[in-house]
């Protein structure tokens, strides 16, 4: 596949806005997700790239927790969510 891949927009529009202000909060003031954040957009300078990453972790994270029946530990869950990414 040569070119550049775009963001898609497929999927539910609901979810897609409904996490856009939970990922730039989390880019912004949780330290793993931004330095996430901060690779993606070093190497693709579009911020909206970044951030839609960013809520795909955040999304990751939400179906992870309610798959496994688990409560949110602050640093520990995006860690382990940031480990899970590969297998969905």
């Known amino acids: ?14 979810i897609r806005k409904a996490l856009y202000m939970p990922a730039l909060a989390a880019s912004r003031y949780n330290k793993d997700l931004k330095v ?3 690779r993606i957009i070093d190497r693709k300078p579009a911020k909206k790239i970044g951030i839609t990453a960013v809520a795909r972790k955040l999304l990751i994270l939400i179906y992870i927790l309610w798959k496994n029946d688990q409560e949110y530990i602050f640093e520990e869950q995006i860690n382990n969510a ?6 969905y």
């Open 1 to 14: 596949h040569e070119g550049k891949s775009k963001i898609s927009k497929k999927g539910n529009s609901f």
């Open 36 to 38: 996430f954040y901060e």
């Open 82 to 87: 940031v480990m899970e990414v590969g297998r």
